[in-house]
């Protein structure tokens, strides 16, 4: 695609980057089916293409941007389904980070927009915050009514009971010989939500030998602020973890730096991009984003240290975008979980955003409800008796609308490798558990094929 | 014609809403991949049923304007979703007609509108359990399954010809009748055979849609194939160019017999490469030549695969019950004792093998479509002729289109897929269509190799937009004449796709 910035404003380090990016886009068109709000409203300017476009005019005519373009930004999931199907790898994530930051500089929302956004940003990130948001949400749903649409929203997004929060900063030995140290990014939302998924990972690390670190600075990784556009929140909190990782790494060293929220996971593995402009720290920060590591790429398969009895489980795998689209993560965790004694079956339009998106399902409702009744029956057609993930955020927004146990992929590994059987199993009725065959018996984890679902019963051919 | 009294009236039958004139729509529309430019539309329709498309013909033909039905246009290289000529009301049935209307999972049959895609369909087969799966291409997932199959597109697998694998067509003329084909021209409701049987009573009209412009189908009958349990891929990669000539006597017999149940995919280097990098020799000659030999090789080397690399698949109960095809192919192979073997598992490790495996199992996949950034600008064309399935013909082909793309500083991609008497040569034109230059190189290579395989004997089996007159011309006059009177009895005012397939 041709542009027309002028030589002032290549000057700006973000427009000549957007500039570089825009100039790869020639329009085939791939991205608009594969959009889920294309997809849901055929509108062109609701699709990565279409969005392109406007991008370009704004960052062309600097200044103030048109609403309606707003509008089409801000209805984006960044997803990132776009780039996965994409033939000449347009870099929509950067752009639309960099479109998100202009219009944050440059318009000015509504009173009400203003401060939905503000709350979200200040309270979400900060575990303290979150948990009194969480609070403040369950007072107010008996007047839940009466309402604006978008705070009605929160009130019912905000859970019922919140788990007693548990501290797992420290150091936790690996048991046996340790073979690698690594740091355990906790999150924010994830460790006042979900705080048993961190307990799950540190579990099924350190049973297979690794030193997990939980430093206390590491909590928000800044991607929630930075896909509002809110940069310097957002670096501000990358900024915090590196120090905290700096400070980890000088006193014991790192091998690896984990993540179990695969929408951090993608923000972390840029850090360098993240943290570009500040000299002291862009150096380290692409030091970590090299090492950083989703879970499942932490272990293999051959190396889980099963129990003596496997549960067949039928356990839908849900691909969160963050990894498959933006990490390229497909395989692991599905081969884990196979190797683990699970029988996984694949979702159907797995491709698709669940609608959960970071701060989406609180800041455009309808969409994100229709993308989560539109894949929690996706989910369900499969007939699983449960559903695993590696993002929290896909398994609170499913949770809406499925009463499938949702499960994060390291509690049913840490389930199969000696943890305790997960919170959300504990009403599901489990298939009775099969011994395992001994290393020396044939292998019973179909290898890895072409064909990764196999049907139940004989089927219509003969093979 | 007037264009403006007919839109009028659409929209009073359609809906405004489905009419769009709007300027960035019409420029959309206008979008396609070819060195001649795009063809800006003057509307775009967006019809939601048979009795809509009809309705729509129908206005045409009083107007006398135009239309270019589209699918969900993704046809890549040949012409996007863009027409031949400016000025036509695209209908695209994309939008609103995207329905599968219905998977007979004990017959193996779906029916579907002509938005239903290859990712659409797998998805819902999988959804109702993963027992069957449909023959997909390797071009876009989203590319709809009608458009392919009447464009003559194919997949890998059994069932990898689209259009032979169809039963049953409704269709409408250019007059505005709907027609239905086969078992489905029985007049009533009782349709039990429409797509399961071609050939009852009266002559086979499904063949005058393919590649016409003669009606618009908007039903058709496709016949999906039971999934194996377990599907086994096999590579063989060869060093030099000129191991075309053997691989091709190799494939023959293993196809003959129908002892390897896919297709091969006998891909050249770049084609392979080519899918997973973009040149890196294209900035250091600015598109002006054809990477070099030494920069072939390094690529080769890089990439772990030779000049050619040939690849297929079994389907059987497990893994391990195809061990002793597997064995057999690989002795058979390795008898010209230049084959280097690339086992399933290793290959699934390999980017530019994935999409061959994707496809041979009935998954769509984008892999391939990073063919799409070899070179940059976006230009890329396909030009489809066939070999025999002999050796040294092959091999002589392969020797002349590897000159005329050379000649005209352009990179050799291709891909043969072979049956057992015959294989297509999908032959990709990658150029930077921003570049003036290279766009006059891209038409003058296309229209050379074109011309050379003519001489030979060999038309192509998808033509792109820019050349539909040019390749009607080299068709016999008395063909041309028919195609033309057909054209008459069913589309009397032309109203449908003028030109298109170089028919008027």
């Known amino acids: ?463 | 014609m007037s264009m403006d009294a007919f839109l009028r009236a659409a929209e009073s039958g359609l809906g405004a809403e489905h009419v769009n004139t709007a300027d960035e729509t019409l420029t959309r529309y206008a979008e396609n991949t070819m060195p001649g430019g795009d063809r800006r539309p003057a509307a775009v329709l967006y019809p939601g049923s048979t009795g809509e498309v009809a309705a729509a013909v129908r206005l045409a033909n009083e107007h006398k304007v135009p239309l270019f039905p589209t699918s969900t246009g993704n046809n890549m290289g040949l012409g996007t979703r863009s027409a031949p000529a400016e000025g036509m009301a695209v209908l695209d049935l994309g939008r609103r007609m995207n329905r599968i209307l219905e998977i007979d999972e004990r017959l193996g049959f779906a029916a579907v509108e002509p938005g239903v895609s290859f990712q659409m369909l797998a998805d819902e087969l999988k959804r109702l359990g993963g027992q069957w799966m449909n023959s997909t291409t390797s071009g876009p997932p989203q590319g709809g399954m009608i458009g392919n199959a009447l464009d003559k597109g194919a997949g890998y697998g059994p069932y990898f010809d689209h259009f032979g694998f169809s039963c049953g067509m409704e269709v409408v003329l250019g007059t505005g009748d709907v027609i239905r084909t086969g078992d489905g021209s029985i007049a009533g409701d009782s349709l039990i055979n429409w797509h399961v049987s071609k050939y009852s009573f009266g002559p086979i009209l499904d063949g005058l849609f393919a590649q016409s412009n003669y009606g618009i189908v908007t039903r058709l009958g496709i016949w999906l194939l039971p999934r194996p349990p377990a599907i086994r891929s096999f590579h063989f990669t060869f060093p030099d160019d000129d191991d075309l000539e053997a691989i091709v006597e190799l494939c023959r017999p293993l196809k003959m017999s129908n002892f390897v149940p896919t297709l091969f995919r006998v891909s050249n280097d770049l084609y392979l490469i080519g899918s997973e990098v973009p040149s890196p020799a294209y900035a250091a000659t600015g598109g002006r030549e054809s990477i070099s030999d030494d920069a072939r090789k390094a690529l080769q080397r890089e990439h772990g695969l030779g000049a050619w690399t040939v690849s297929g698949a079994f389907y059987g109960p497990s893994m391990e019950a195809m061990e002793p095809q597997i064995g057999r192919a690989v002795e058979h192979f390795g008898s010209v004792g230049k084959a280097t073997y690339i086992p399933h598992q290793e290959a699934l490790e390999k980017p530019a093998l994935e999409c061959a495996i994707a496809s041979f199992s009935g998954e769509p996949t984008h892999t391939e479509l990073g063919l799409l950034k070899w070179r940059p600008g976006g230009g890329n064309a396909w030009f489809t002729p066939g070999t025999p399935m002999d050796g040294r013909i092959a091999n002589e082909f392969q020797k002349l289109g590897r000159g005329i793309y050379e000649s005209n500083g352009l990179d050799y991609q291709v891909m043969n897929v072979a049956g057992p008497r015959f294989a297509r040569g999908l032959h990709v034109i990658s150029f930077n269509r921003e570049d003036p230059d290279e766009c006059a190189r891209a038409d003058a290579a296309y229209r050379a190799l074109a011309e050379a395989f003519f001489a030979r004997g060999v038309a192509v089996g998808r033509a792109p937009i820019d050349w539909y007159d040019f390749h009607m011309d080299k068709l016999m006059p008395s063909f041309r004449d028919a195609c033309g009177a057909i054209k008459r009895a069913l589309d009397p005012n032309g109203v449908i796709a003028p030109g298109r397939y170089g028919i008027y």
């Open chain 1, 1 to 463: 695609m041709k542009t027309d910035f002028s030589a002032e404003q290549l000057a700006d380090p973000e427009i000549a980057a957007a500039d570089g990016i825009l100039r790869t886009c020639v329009h085939y068109g791939f991205c608009t089916a594969v959009c889920p709000t294309y997809v849901l409203t055929r509108d062109e300017n609701e699709a990565p293409r279409g969005r392109i476009d406007l991008i370009r005019e704004m960052l062309e005519k600097g200044g103030r941007p048109d609403p309606k373009t707003v509008r089409h930004i801000d209805s984006c999931l960044s997803c990132n389904s776009c780039m996965t199907t994409c033939a000449v790898d347009v870099d929509y994530l950067h752009l639309s980070d960099i479109a998100r930051a202009h219009i944050e500089a440059h318009h000015r929302r509504p009173l009400g927009d203003r401060l939905l956004r503000r709350l979200i940003a200040r309270t979400i990130p900060e575990p303290a915050g979150f948990a009194r948001m969480s609070r403040l949400a369950r007072l107010a749903r008996p007047v839940r009514t009466l309402l604006p649409r978008r705070l009605r929203n929160l009130v019912d997004l905000a859970p019922a009971v919140l788990p007693p929060a548990s501290d797992l900063t420290g150091v936790h030995p690996a048991e046996g010989t340790p073979r690698r140290r690594v740091a355990l990014l906790q999150g924010c939302v994830q460790q006042v939500l979900a705080p048993e998924i961190n307990a799950a990972t540190i579990r099924l690390l350190t049973r297979h030998g690794f030193e997990v670190t939980v430093p206390a600075g590491a909590g928000c990784c800044g991607a929630l602020t930075l896909h509002m556009g809110k940069t310097e929140m957002a670096t501000a909190a990358a900024a915090r973890v590196v120090d905290a990782w700096d400070a980890e790494r000088d006193a014991g060293g790192l091998d690896a730096v984990a993540v179990n929220a695969s929408g951090c996971g993608t923000v972390v593995k840029d850090y360098a991009r993240v943290l570009e402009r500040d000299p002291s720290r862009r150096g380290k920060a692409a030091a970590f984003a090299a090492i950083a590591r989703d879970v499942t790429e932490l272990l293999a398969p051959e190396e889980l240290r099963l129990t003596k009895t496997a549960i067949p489980l039928v356990v839908a795998y849900h691909d969160a975008c963050s990894l498959q689209h933006a990490q390229n993560i497909r395989k692991q965790p599905r081969a884990l979980l196979r190797g683990a004694g699970f029988e996984v079956r694949d979702v159907p339009e797995g491709h698709f955003c669940c609608g959960s998106a970071g701060a989406y399902n609180m800041l455009q409702p309808d969409m994100a409800e229709a993308l989560g009744r539109r894949k929690a029956a996706h989910v369900e057609s499969t007939g699983a008796a449960a559903m695993a993930a590696g993002n929290l955020g896909c398994l609170a927004q499913l949770a809406r609308f499925t009463a499938l146990p949702q499960l994060h992929t390291v509690e049913l590994l840490d389930w199969a490798t000696g943890g305790p059987l997960p919170a959300a199993l504990r009403d599901t009725e489990l298939p009775v558990p099969i011994p395992r065959r001994s290393a020396s018996e044939p292998d019973t984890v179909p290898a890895p094929s072409a064909t990764p679902q196999q049907p139940d019963s004989a089927g219509p051919g003969i093979w």
